[in-house]
């Protein structure tokens, strides 16, 4: 009897076993050649303040974290759209999160450093991410780095500096009133005595985003999204100086340079920059001469039609009316009941996708089309070398 007690066991063990590993195979099997792709979703639901505050029964901190973490795919989503209009009300999608959020956690500083940076420096409502700022040292008086964010964008956004001085020094006043150590008043003067020396002409919003990027997590997509945006400042700025080199070598020798190799001569560069070149030039000293460096993201400037070119820059941009494309695809499908599945079925319901920078190939994948590039031929900028004038070594 214990014997057949035993195997009975045994065989409902084995049994149960079996089960569980085919459920386990069956939900692995979705995922079996899959690629990892970012989360990006819209924000179906954004409550006012009051019915978040309902909604939460209680647990108000808690249910702004959970809704705060949940919101990250909305943001990545917003890199490509850069449209966050919402129906129903008021104010963009960032905002009504937003202000539901510090609704229902006013004390946590993140809330107020997040709702600046997607208001103002995502969709580029500057006087919304001031006023979150705002609102958040009247709950945190003292914490520094919400003082820090708004003395960057009345220096670097509205100018205060030149325009506004007699303000500016108001605000540090009232800034070195709030610290409550004599270390953070020091920090305060030490910080606006570098302000000035971190000015590069054609990159007044530089120091800005170096500031926002040291505040960042290293890794996070918003640190990925400071970066970006540096390496775009960079790559504009290193545009400029080309052609402005171009146009001395015109000057100087009427005629075109034929490549950037022409404008890399000694009496050139000292004619634009003097004795030394500015730390993010896009120069740099090889042996005993001088040649172009590379771009923030690794590729080499390029003459295109007589005009300096980052390739780089190039293919961010490309980013944009491919996203627009997409959605194009979303909504054909929709019309015609049916997703296409290649190029070729795109190109033959007039559907024809814009065409990539040089060296990119399209390629349909998951039912959108994306496009692929050959490796860089020099290593992008990446966190570490954009805060620091790393370029002057």
């Given at each position: 009897m214990k014997a057949r007690a035993w195997l009975r066991s045994l065989v409902i063990y084995l049994a149960a076993l079996a089960c569980a590993v085919a459920i386990a195979g069956w939900n692995a099997s979705r995922f079996l050649g899959a690629k990892p792709e970012i989360r990006t979703k819209d924000l179906s639901f954004l409550p006012t303040?009051?019915?978040?505050?309902?909604?939460?029964?209680?647990h108000d901190s808690t249910a702004a974290k959970l809704r705060w973490l949940d919101s990250f795919a909305y943001f990545q989503l917003q890199l490509d759209r850069r449209d966050d209009t919402v129906d129903g009300g008021f104010g963009g999608g960032f905002q009504r999160l937003y202000d539901a959020l510090i609704e229902l956690d006013p004390k946590f500083e993140p809330f107020y450093q997040y709702a600046a940076m997607c208001t103002?420096?995502?969709?580029?409502?500057?006087?919304?991410?001031?006023?979150y700022l705002q609102r958040g040292i009247m709950e945190l008086p003292h914490e520094t780095g919400i003082w820090r964010h708004i003395a960057a964008l009345l220096v670097q956004q509205y100018r205060y500096e030149e325009c506004h001085p007699e303000l500016l020094d108001a605000f540090f006043a009232a800034w070195t009133d709030a610290e409550s150590?004599?270390?953070?008043?020091?920090?305060?003067?030490?910080?606006?005595?570098?302000?000035?020396?971190?000015?590069?002409?054609?990159?007044?919003?530089?120091?800005?985003?170096?500031?926002?990027?040291?505040?960042?997590?290293?890794?996070?997509?918003?640190?990925?999204?400071?970066?970006?945006?540096?390496?775009d400042q960079l790559a504009r700025y290193g545009e400029n100086e080309l052609k402005a080199l171009c146009a001395l070598y015109q000057e100087a020798h009427g005629r075109a340079a034929s490549g950037l190799d022409d404008v890399m001569t000694e009496p050139l560069l000292r004619a634009r920059y003097g004795d030394r070149s500015p730390p993010w030039a896009p120069v740099m000293r090889v042996g005993n001469g001088y040649a172009c460096r590379p771009d923030p993201y690794g590729l080499n400037y390029a003459l295109v039609a007589g005009k300096p070119v980052s390739p780089g820059l190039t293919r961010e941009r490309f980013r944009y009316p491919l996203a627009d494309f997409n959605r194009n695809i979303e909504s054909r499908a929709r019309e015609i009941g049916y997703r296409p599945r290649s190029i070729a079925e795109l190109t033959a319901i007039s559907l024809i996708p814009p065409t990539p920078p040089e060296g990119g190939r399209l390629i349909?994948?998951?039912?959108?089309?994306?496009?692929?590039?050959?490796?860089?031929?020099?290593p992008r900028l990446e966190r570490d070398q954009l805060l620091v004038n790393i370029l002057e070594k």
């Open positions: 303040p009051e019915v978040a505050r309902l909604l939460a029964i209680g103002g420096g995502l969709t580029g409502k500057d006087h919304l991410a001031m006023g150590t004599f270390q953070e008043k020091q920090i305060i003067l030490i910080w606006k005595a570098n302000m000035a020396k971190r000015r590069y002409k054609n990159l007044e919003q530089f120091a800005y985003w170096q500031d926002r990027l040291r505040d960042a997590t290293p890794g996070s997509t918003m640190c990925e999204f400071i970066e970006g945006v540096m390496r349909m994948e998951r039912d959108l089309v994306r496009v692929e590039y050959p490796d860089p031929s020099h």
